[in-house]
């Protein structure tokens, strides 16, 4: 289909599989085809880096992507209920604690390994790539634009649970991996 079809279909609502199938995986099956015919293994060779980085750097910029990763602290169970108060109240105390850590100097990602609850961090492992169209929890979203690359946020309560977000920087490579390739 054409752009004008996709952006129909967007607009009704369709399921965001058909938004990373049409943006992300079908240039993984053109690169597929591309490998196919012209027995290339690497597209970034094949395309070139430079130009392949050049063209997703500005996408980045474009669709005003961000880079972020969480530390999560749910408050809702796997249903989306809500946890007893005193669950709550722990995970807020947690999140304290795990603030105070970051602000005597120790590393965000060591913390993010040990408490995090957030059930992506296994497959992201370097966090998201987020915009405004990403469906994030929009106090989770307000925050994490805030922030300066390399800043975190304070504590941050969303639908779902407490964010404390580390704003990274945007890279071509990454945003490949992570929303394109993945």
Request: charged share 25%.
């Amino acid at each position: 289909g054409s752009e004008e079809n996709l952006k129909e279909a967007l607009d009704d609502k369709i399921s965001l599989e058909l938004f990373t199938f049409a943006f992300c995986e079908t240039p993984v099956m053109y690169n597929k085809i591309f490998n196919a015919m012209f027995d290339s293994s690497d597209y970034m060779a094949a395309a070139g880096e430079d130009e392949v980085n050049a063209y997703l750097q500005s996408e980045i910029i474009d669709q005003g992507y961000i880079h972020v990763c969480q530390i999560f602290l749910k408050t809702v169970d796997d249903e989306g209920e809500p946890l007893p108060e005193e669950d709550v109240t722990d995970a807020y105390t947690k999140a304290q604690y795990i603030l105070a850590r970051l602000n005597e100097g120790v590393d965000f990602f060591e913390l993010m390994d040990q408490y995090s609850q957030d059930p992506g961090k296994e497959e992201y492992p370097t966090g998201y790539y987020i915009n405004e169209d990403s469906g994030s929890d929009a106090p989770f979203f307000e925050a994490a634009v805030a922030l300066e690359e390399g800043q975190y946020s304070g504590i941050v309560e969303g639908t779902y649970g407490y964010h404390i977000i580390l704003r990274l920087p945007a890279q071509a490579e990454d945003f490949a991996e992570e929303v394109c390739w993945n």
